[in-house]
């Protein structure tokens, strides 16, 4: 079993800053990839920023030159640097892991984490 845990979100006025970071403990063979989502309230969760094991990075349009993401695969933690944000980046901030629990192609996980709230007030 993968277990995220989340932390860094906070309220903060627009224009500012935030950092929000992710570790992933227990069992697993890798991690493929691992990334941020956001849902805002009535509306459906969306990718914010992925990057994978090799450091391929994918971002949502709205957040390019604004955001990164990186990771530090020997601490299987990833992070999301969040600047110039704006009201419309709050929401409940996810994040993802995916890859493999053991040496088995049959062995994929995608766990989330427990969500950590990000408020931006104009």
Known sequence: QVQLVESGGALVQAGGSLSLSCTASGSFFTINSMGWYRQAPGKQRELVAD???????????????????????????????????KPEDTAVYYCNARGYATHSTYSVYDTWGQGTQVTVSS
Not at 62 to 73: L, M, P
């Open 51 to 85: 990057i994978n094991l090799g450091g391929g990075i994918n971002y949502a349009d709205s957040v390019k030159g604004r955001f990164t993401i990186s990771r530090d695969n020997a601490k299987n933690t990833v992070y999301l640097q969040m600047n110039s944000l």
